[in-house]
């Protein structure tokens, strides 16, 4: 079973429309890390948030916004007012206290 | 500067040939990880090393292996390619196993003829 389901593959909105992209997670263990990546078109891998499971204060940064919610098993990540070069694939990823387990990621398109 | 060096960038293999994709860290980072990234399958973790001298199996290790000598260096070695291990890898490290964020290589393209 997938322990991390990003179940929009692919999302496309125009320039300053907000958006919401899902992350569900599953775990048995009390204590976890939950984490957003960012590759935007050049490939690399960008860290954009860590969260551990005794937290769930939601965090702003600028025009990004993170939900979590335990009773739902969400992390859920928000751009307001997009832009074009939000256009990236986002990966959220689970940690217990070993190695990252990422979701499949999804396709944000950001066009003008 | 600080970071992650992975080695070649690019990479046409032919099925059957041994490949070692080096990767390299100056930031002192006790855990090192190799992660396959595939159209539509996201970010696959092939092996991981939590310190010198350590490593454990990840989701996809069959095919592969690693080494952890020295706390800079991690190495993964594909001792008989074959086509399905066209991918693009990705080396990363962080401080600890899993609660520190991982910090990635640029990745090394290879494709597997």
């Known amino acids: 079973a997938q322990k991390v389901t990003q179940a929009q593959t692919e999302i496309s909105v125009v320039e300053k429309e907000d958006v919401t992209l899902d992350c569900v997670y599953e775990?048995?263990?009390?204590?976890?890390?939950l984490f957003w990546y960012k590759q935007p078109p050049s490939g690399e891998l960008v860290f954009l948030i860590r969260r551990n499971s005794f937290d769930e204060q939601n965090e702003i940064s600028g025009r990004y916004s993170w939900n979590f919610q335990k009773s739902t098993s969400s992390f859920n990540f928000t751009i307001t007012a997009s832009q074009v070069v939000d256009s990236a694939v986002y990966f959220c990823a689970l940690s217990e206290g070993t190695a990252l387990i990422f979701g499949k990621g999804t396709t944000l398109s950001v066009s003008s | 500067i600080a970071g992650i060096t992975q080695a070649p960038t690019s990479q046409i293999l032919a099925a059957g040939r041994r490949m070692t994709l080096r990767c390299t860290q100056d930031?002192?980072?006790?855990?090192m990880y190799w992660y396959r990234q595939d159209l539509g399958l996201g970010l696959r973790l092939i092996h991981y090393?939590?310190?010198?001298?350590?490593?454990g199996k990840g989701e996809v290790p069959d095919g592969y292996s690693v080494s952890r000598a020295n706390t800079d260096d991690f190495p993964l070695t594909l001792a008989s390619a074959v086509p399905s291990q066209t991918s693009v890898y990705f080396c990363?490290?962080?401080?600890?196993?899993?609660?520190?964020?991982?910090?990635f290589g640029n990745g090394t393209r290879l494709t597997v003829t």
């Open positions: 990363a490290s962080s401080v600890y196993l899993g609660a520190s964020p991982l910090h």
């Open positions: 775990t048995r263990d009390t204590t976890y890390y």
């Open positions: 090393s939590n310190t010198a001298g350590t490593t």
């Open positions: 930031m002192r980072h006790n855990a």
